[in-house]
RNA sequence: CGGGGUGUAGCGUAGCCCGGUAUCGCGUCUGCUUUGGGAGCAGAAGGUCGUCAGUUCGAAUCUGGCCACCCCGACCA
């Protein structure tokens, strides 16, 4: 392992992309644009799941599966959700191959085994989800239905980015079926703060709520609602978005019930999802020039303890003076990695623990030992204090809870620091080049909006739920306006 | 998909212009000494030079196709 990682002030992006790889969350496969997420990184994302999931049951959903192939007539039933993702669609042809004559020891796709449809991979999975939930339901009794299924999709992106964009990438969508809109919508929204919860207090990242505008809005969604989040270089990511669906999926695919009047009416729908992208926005909204910091919450293991051996030492001196304390640490929940591997020698642990974003790190050398103390450091703020053995795990503890806010607290004043309200076309044009959240007005027009994403790169990222109701003028047409929007360069 | 760049040992690289037995560092293996911030010494292993074709007595090197990755655009519900 070579030392040190680009800085992040002198190239993002390199920053990033190796921080993915030296520190063992992903790397790039032999498949144009897919990744493999290695154990370290997947151990992130199972913490995620778990969480996400927890909070799904909680609020009323269960899993289940759903086909990975969707049937090009169902595909298309939607027109606007067939259209929005059409170009980025894998299709699968035909089902078999067969030895070239040829080229002997190499195979061919038989041309004889060509499917009488093309199926779709799915890009997501509303068209195969909503022409199932039509055999499902016939009567009000039968509402609502609240499914979750975890996942991958495939989306052929022309140029991707490990976590941030992949070809293929792993995700929960949630996909619901309502008796009435308001029951729909409130579900919309239930989802959207369940997503908001999650990355604040699991990911320590603040997030705006808010709606999307008509471009941005999902292919075949009424309203759009998203949490946005900023990254360290002033970007916007966005982390989740809960569709409502309207009646869209429930006309296409044809969901009637009866309600309690005895009239058939379509279904309203929503869908909502979070993907492997969350791992993006964990790894660019902590991290350092020395690695990753994750918080307490999400870490494979919270607390690595490293022993510096001495030959004057019993073998096994730190094994038996520590553990009390691994046991007490162990006791409280938390997850502890003792590593005394002695091919590796201290200095290399620090960095290679500091690279992996190990939140606490305890080191013990014979000094420490013998007065009953130990060492430890931050992976936040990179601080060390030493300790007395005893009391120690219930130190710790308190720690993991303070380094877990401390993150929050600190990419929250991040962002505070590069939200600017701006209300000249000068000023939008100088500081989108800086980066950051421009709070401004805007007319509400498409054009608009496409206007200013030629001439700044710079979209809509949301339309807060929280907007204050204010007269304005349009940062570029002067139109009126009512409140401000997100306005940012997002990835 | 357009413009630019790169591809040589597990990783990072030199060599390429000007064709002639493939360089260095990290890592790996063995041994000894070490261990409080990426250890030292000694020895060793490890290569279809992205891939396919062409030119040539001879190709990492020249030519062409393809593939992958990176950067800038376009695209990204």
């Known amino acids: 392992m070579s030392k040190g990682l680009p800085k992040r002030s002198e190239n993002y992006s390199e920053w990033y992309n ?10 790039n496969s032999a498949v144009r644009g897919c990744m493999v997420i290695k154990p370290y990184g997947y151990s992130i994302w199972e913490k ?14 269960t899993n289940a599966y759903f086909p990975l192939f969707v049937p090009k007539s169902l595909f298309e039933a939607e027109e606007k959700n067939a259209e929005g993702f059409a170009k980025e669609c894998a299709v699968v042809t035909h089902y078999r191959l ?4 040829n080229n002997p020891g190499k195979l061919i796709v038989d041309p004889e085994a060509k499917l009488e449809e093309e199926l779709i991979v799915r890009p997501t999975s509303e068209a195969i989800i909503w022409n199932t939930y039509k055999n499902w339901v016939q009567s009000h009794r039968d509402l609502p239905i609240l499914i979750n299924q975890w996942a991958n999709v495939v989306r052929w992106e022309m140029r991707t980015r490990m976590f941030l964009r992949t070809a293929e990438f792993l995700w929960q969508e949630g996909h619901t079926a309502h008796a009435t809109e308001k029951e729909a919508m409130d579900e919309t929204k239930q989802m959207l703060d369940v997503y908001a919860t999650f990355v604040e207090e699991w990911m320590s990242l603040p997030v705006i709520k808010g709606f999307k505008s008509a471009n941005e809005r999902f292919a075949g969604a009424e309203e759009t609602l998203c949490i946005e989040a900023m990254m360290q270089d002033g970007k916007a990511l966005q982390a989740g978005t809960s569709h409502f669906l309207g009646q869209n999926f429930a006309k296409a695919f044809d969901v009637k019930f009866q309600n309690k009047e005895g009239k058939l009416e379509h279904v ?17 909204a902590h991290s350092d020039d020395l690695g990753l910091v994750l918080p307490p919450k999400l870490a494979p293991f919270q607390v690595v303890i490293i022993p510096i051996p001495n030959k004057e030492l019993e073998p096994d ?23 005394d ?9 620090f960095a290679e623990y500091e690279l992996k974003g190990v939140p606490i790190r305890m080191a013990i050398g014979m000094r420490d ?25 219930s130190y710790v503890r308190d720690l993991l809870d303070e380094i877990q806010s401390a993150i929050y607290q600190k990419a929250f004043k991040f962002r505070q620091e590069n939200m600017f309200k701006i209300d000249t076309w000068a000023e939008f044009e100088a500081q989108i080049e800086k980066g950051g959240f421009l709070l401004c007005h805007w007319d509400g027009s498409s054009e608009t909006e496409e206007k200013i994403k030629d001439l700044t790169k710079a979209t809509i990222r949301c339309i807060p739920l929280d907007a204050v109701l204010e007269e304005g003028k349009c940062i570029l047409t002067g139109n009126p306006s009512t409140k401000r929007v997100v306005f940012a360069r997002a990835y």
């Open 369 to 393: 030992l013998q007065a009953g103390q130990i060492e430890v450091a931050r992976r936040d703020t990179l601080t060390k204090e030493t300790r007395p053995l005893e009391g120690v795990a």
């Open 268 to 284: 309203w729908g929503t869908s909502w999802g979070v993907s492997t992208r969350l791992m993006g926005a964990l790894i660019m």
């Open 98 to 101: 067969k030895s070239d004559p």
């Open 341 to 349: 591997n002695e091919n590796y020698k201290p200095g290399w642990k």
């Open 18 to 27: 190796e921080l993915v790889k030296r520190a063992d969350l992903a790397e």
């Open 317 to 339: 001196a730190f094994k038996i003076a520590l553990k009390p304390v691994i046991d007490k640490l162990k006791s409280f929940g938390i997850s502890v990695k003792y590593d």
């Open 48 to 61: 995620m799941q778990r969480a996400l999931d927890d909070m799904f049951k909680e609020t009323g959903h």
